[in-house]
């Protein structure tokens, strides 16, 4: 029913604002709610083309430790979201507060993300980001733990976040060469 009455709004829907949360719902409905990848990602691209964001379930350590061998589980477990927006990453707690490295906001840019690539631990499948910023990688469970559900998060990574990042840093590049 909800499904239905959102698929329906979003074809009626004109403003980016609106089209944005009505994607970005429908994404999590269909990532989390209907297992279905497929219309997850398109409903989210939708969602960061109007320029909101993908939302996806995630599972961390709170020291972002990697998963204990063994047990298979993170040794102090904070539930949250990923937030993933053109050009960046914010992570934040179940009540949307954002996830605080010391005083600062755990967001991530394009910049500064070196590497984004999946982690099997057992038959679960995380997601590892090496950021320049910090020594050791931020490591997360999304969602369920199924392996398409990190695939899609790593995709939409690449292509909005550390894509963008990178376009940026050409932009820049370009400019300064033209300077010269």
Same mark, same amino acid.
């Given at each position: 029913?909800?499904?239905?009455?959102?698929?329906?709004?979003?074809?009626?829907?004109?403003?980016?604002?609106?089209?944005?949360?009505?994607?970005?719902?429908?994404?999590?409905?269909?990532?989390?709610?209907?297992?279905?990848?497929?219309?997850?990602?398109?409903?989210?691209?939708?969602?960061?083309?109007?320029?909101?964001?993908?939302?996806?379930?995630?599972?961390?350590?709170?020291?972002?430790?990697?998963?204990? &061998? =063994? *047990?298979?589980? !993170?040794? @102090?477990?904070?539930?949250?979201? #990923?937030? $993933?927006? &053109? =050009? *960046?990453?914010? !992570?934040? @707690?179940?009540?949307?507060?954002? #996830?605080? $490295?010391?005083?600062?906001?755990?967001?991530?840019?394009?910049?500064?993300?070196?590497?984004?690539?999946?982690?099997?631990?057992?038959?679960?499948?995380?997601?590892?980001?090496?950021?320049?910023?910090?020594?050791?990688?931020?490591?997360?469970?999304?969602?369920?733990?199924?392996?398409?559900?990190?695939?899609?998060?790593?995709?939409?990574?690449?292509?909005?976040?550390?894509?963008?990042?990178?376009?940026?840093?050409?932009?820049?590049?370009?400019?300064?060469?033209?300077?010269?």
């Amino acid at each position: 029913m909800t499904l239905t009455k959102l698929e329906e709004l979003v074809k009626l829907t004109t403003e980016d604002s609106a089209r944005a949360i009505t994607n970005q719902f429908l994404g999590l409905l269909y990532l989390h709610g209907r297992h279905d990848t497929a219309r997850a990602e398109t409903a989210m691209d939708q969602a960061i083309k109007a320029n909101g964001s993908a939302i996806v379930e995630i599972t961390y350590d709170k020291k972002w430790r990697q998963m204990r &061998s =063994g *047990k298979y589980e !993170f040794e @102090d477990p904070g539930p949250g979201w #990923i937030k $993933i927006a &053109s =050009g *960046k990453i914010l !992570f934040t @707690d179940r009540a949307n507060r954002p #996830i605080m $490295i010391g005083k600062d906001e755990l967001i991530l840019t394009g910049q500064q993300i070196e590497k984004v690539s999946p982690t099997l631990v057992s038959a679960f499948s995380l997601v590892e980001i090496t950021a320049s910023n910090t020594r050791k990688p931020y490591v997360f469970a999304a969602g369920s733990m199924r392996q398409e559900e990190a695939d899609l998060v790593i995709r939409l990574i690449k292509k909005y976040v550390i894509g963008k990042g990178q376009l940026v840093q050409r932009r820049k590049s370009q400019v300064a060469q033209r300077q010269r």
